[in-house]
């Protein structure tokens, strides 16, 4: 049985971080190990939908002090990763979880992290689903602002604690997530307990055990090309 692969922990700017996950799932082989990675951020950064307009991004965007802001290769809304803890998935094509249909991965996720999180003593559980509101806006807009069907949520507040993206792709499925550190209740949460949490019962619902394995070799001129292209205005700026 193969494992699922922990990656060790990574702090980079936004355009290493978006390119990593890409390539990641690039070379993903069929057949092969999944993947999850938490990593972290070199400054103030926010990161964007695939499908949304630079220019309401930016209408967005906190005044005050600059940010690293980069287009995601998932969908979605706009995320604040000043106080997150931001994580990613690689599951390869032919795995039934990645085969799932979107609506099914998300919820499977995101039933480990309320799972793990009601470990750490934190009362949350996924939002259900509902009907939408008449007249409603389904385009993305700010992530933590509003909670989706299957969004992890706080059982006492309602705040949305954690919200995910994802691509799919002929070597697999992404699965981008951040978790609002503020919403999951002030105090100190051990993320690290939380960590392994999550991987365990990830691992679990994968179907492999959760296991630490060191970075796998990549190309490193295919990753630096990427990081250019994530920093590119061309791609930032595309819509």
């Not at 550190?181 to 691992?203: T, Y």
């Not at 970075?215 to 295919?222: F, K, Q, S, V």
Request: proline residues 8%; hydrophobic residues 35%; glycine residues 12%.
């Amino acid at each position: 049985m193969s494992a699922l692969e922990v990656l060790p922990v990574r702090t980079a700017g936004a355009a290493e971080n978006m390119a990593v996950d890409f390539l990641l799932l690039q070379r993903c082989p069929r057949g092969g190990a999944p993947r999850m990675r938490h990593y972290e951020w070199r400054g103030p950064a926010f990161t964007f939908g695939y499908s949304q307009k630079i220019s309401w991004v930016r209408a967005q965007l906190p005044g005050g002090e600059p940010v690293d802001l980069c287009r995601r290769p998932t969908g979605g809304g706009i995320v604040d990763h000043r106080d997150d803890w931001t994580y990613s998935i690689v599951i390869p094509r032919g795995h039934p979880l990645g085969e799932d249909r979107a609506v099914d991965s998300y919820r499977a996720i995101h039933e480990c992290i309320a799972e793990s999180l009601r470990r750490r003593g934190v009362p949350a559980e996924l939002k259900p689903a509902c009907a939408p509101a008449p007249g409603g806006d389904t385009l993305p807009g700010i992530c933590f602002q509003k909670s989706e069907i299957y969004d992890v949520i706080h059982m006492q507040t309602g705040a949305k604690i954690a919200g995910a993206a994802q691509k799919r792709s002929t070597h697999g499925l992404l699965f981008q997530g951040s978790i609002a550190r503020s919403a999951a209740g002030p105090g100190g949460l051990d993320w690290d307990a939380f960590h392994e949490d999550f991987a365990a019962r990830l691992g679990v619902v994968l179907g492999c055990p959760a296991e630490t394995r060191p970075w796998p070799e990549l190309d490193e001129d295919e990753l630096g090309g990427l990081v250019e292209k994530y920093a590119s205005p061309e791609w930032i700026e595309f819509r």
